[in-house]
């Protein structure tokens, strides 16, 4: 007869077979790693104390009885990343295809109340079939639960959903609910219906890869926020995003030591704007050149390409940077990269991560594409999501802030703390050309030579508008600063601004332009 100690260590190793060595097996030929392997890479070494492991499922639906698997199809606990405590689950494809039903959904829910109690982020890696047949109602039931808490978590604790495998129907969404989507290039996949459904309903032909693979949502419908060449890049991906933020919304974003150079001038942001201010330039050219070297972690990098974001340091100190993109659309907002600034702008404020705002904006996108698709209400949120913002705020004006633009991108008078301007900066309601045919019509109209009129009216009005001195006149603009000097101003000025503290009036919560 087995002894106490061995029928427990039986069943914890039963536990760690998960469905079986076939489909183990299956798995790796997937290129899929197993639910205890992520976990393995993802988290420091031996850190990991797992929950519920010998949970099983109580269903006897359709013989599930005879498939009884322990951990019910997913791996829960807690550890920590680089000695940061996080909590974790992984769901196992091995086990009933990773499916979602009573029990598995109840492991998940008990470890986002831990980290909700405890104050730290929830990682999920998903890979699942989605809701459990069998075991019908309850599962949708365990889903909702799910939905529910990862609303309750939003802006509490980061919420990091990794997508490692097929992810359809309801699934979706409580990744939808987090704050970053991580998925792996062909291998993972997201959609509301799968292409049958699709095929069946609308007669459109379409793979799951196209419908719903990571290149579709990182390019297409920006559903997700980094895509990878394989898990362990992914992996590694989820430990370097998690280095920017902090462990709650109560925390400090993480600052790391910094040695001060001599001179933290950049002499080689002097060179970048090109002459003539209709020629394009990188403005990545001017974040890699101003933050701390290496550190830039861009965020969506392949959607709405005409506005950049991502996370960076500045003397140690994380920042989330925001920044016209003159490569793309010449850099206007449009509704998609309205979208994309306004959500990292509240996931920054959400988490006390300072921002930091380069501006070069010719205005928002004109047309009817544009108004039909109510950008009116889509730049609203960005609008919104930078007056809301109460963390230290600066822009830089590197060069066009025409129009509307001027004042959403983080000017000074919806709360930035500092807005600087370079030499080179245009700050007016409008482009001179444009501002020259409208203004100066008739005059042009009734002139001997109009073009040269034109040119002419054109030269008065950038004159006296396209520059940053009436900003600066009227205290819109704090300093207008040589390129070379930007970094160190904006070293002190976060330095500054650490310790700001800044309440927004009382309210149950506003109502932003969905
Ligand atoms: C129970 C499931 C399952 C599910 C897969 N399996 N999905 N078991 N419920 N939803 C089981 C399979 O029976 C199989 O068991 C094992 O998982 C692996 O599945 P395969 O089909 O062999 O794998 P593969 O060929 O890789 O295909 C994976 C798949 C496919 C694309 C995910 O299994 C599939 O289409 N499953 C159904 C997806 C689905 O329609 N889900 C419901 C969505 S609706 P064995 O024993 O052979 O290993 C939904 C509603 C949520 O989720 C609503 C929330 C609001």
């Not at 799951?208 to 297409?220: I, M, P, S």
């Not at 290496?294 to 506005?307: H, L, P, R, T």
């Not at 444009?434 to 002419?456: H, L, Y």
């Amino acid at each position: 007869m087995k002894s106490k100690s061995e029928i427990l260590s039986d069943k914890r190793e039963q536990a760690l077979e998960g469905g079986g060595e076939k489909r183990i097996e299956k798995q790796h030929a997937k290129g899929k790693l197993t639910a205890r392997e992520r976990i393995h890479f993802l988290l420091d070494e031996t850190s990991f104390e797992e929950i519920g492991r010998l949970v099983t499922h109580r269903s006897t639906n359709f013989g599930l009885d005879k498939q009884k698997f322990y951990g019910d199809g997913v791996v829960t606990g807690y550890g920590t990343i680089n000695g940061r405590l996080v909590y974790v689950f992984a769901q196992d494809f091995t086990v009933l295809g990773g499916s979602l039903a009573e029990a598995h959904a109840e492991k998940i829910v008990k470890i986002m109340d831990l980290a909700m109690d405890n104050g730290a982020p929830v990682i999920g890696l998903n890979d699942s079939g989605g809701a459990r047949i069998q075991e019908g109602v309850v599962s949708l039931a365990g889903y909702a639960d799910i939905f529910y808490r990862n609303t309750l978590a939003s802006g509490v604790i980061p919420q990091i959903s990794a997508i490692l495998g097929p992810c359809a129907g309801g699934a979706v969404y409580s990744p939808a609910l987090t704050d970053f989507i991580m998925m792996v290039e062909q291998s993972s996949y997201m959609f509301i219906t799968g292409p049958n459904v699709v095929k069946t309903v609308t007669h459109e032909n379409i793979t799951a890869e196209e419908l719903g693979g990571a290149k579709t949502h990182a390019t297409k419908s920006g559903v997700t926020h980094l895509t990878y060449d394989n898990e362990i890049e992914l992996i590694n991906g989820i430990k370097k995003l998690l280095s920017y933020i902090p462990q709650n919304c109560e925390d400090e974003a993480p600052m790391l030591d910094y040695e001060f150079q001599e001179s933290e001038k950049r002499e080689a942001l002097e060179t970048i704007i090109p002459e003539n201010s209709n020629q394009p330039y990188d403005i990545k050219d001017v974040i890699y050149e101003t933050v701390d070297k290496d550190s830039f972690y861009e965020i969506q990098k392949d959607f709405a390409e005409n506005i950049v974001v991502g996370f960076a340091r500045i003397a140690g100190r994380s920042i989330g940077v925001v920044a016209n993109q003159p490569l793309f659309l010449a850099g206007v907002l449009d509704i998609k990269s309205s979208n994309k600034a306004a959500r990292f702008v509240r996931f920054c404020d959400a988490f006390n991560i300072p921002l930091l705002v380069f501006e070069d904006v010719p205005g928002f996108l004109p047309g009817s594409e544009q108004e039909w698709n109510a950008i009116i209400t889509n730049g609203a949120k960005l609008l919104y999501a930078f007056s809301e913002a109460t963390v230290p705020r600066i822009t830089v004006i590197t060069r066009k802030a025409y129009g509307g633009a001027y004042d959403v991108m983080n000017s000074k008078h919806i709360g930035a703390d500092m807005n600087f301007a370079w030499p080179t900066a245009e700050i007016a309601v409008m482009g001179a050309k444009g501002a020259a045919e409208i203004i100066f019509k008739k005059e042009i109209s009734v002139a001997d030579n109009p073009q040269q009129k034109w040119e002419e009216k054109e030269n008065e009005y950038a004159e006296l508008f396209a520059d940053p001195y009436n900003a600066a006149s009227r205290g819109y603009i704090d300093e207008v600063i040589n390129p070379r000097d930007t970094r160190e101003k904006l070293i002190r000025a976060f330095k500054m601004l650490e310790n700001k503290a800044v309440k927004l009036p009382k309210k149950k919560h506003g109502n932003i332009p969905l």
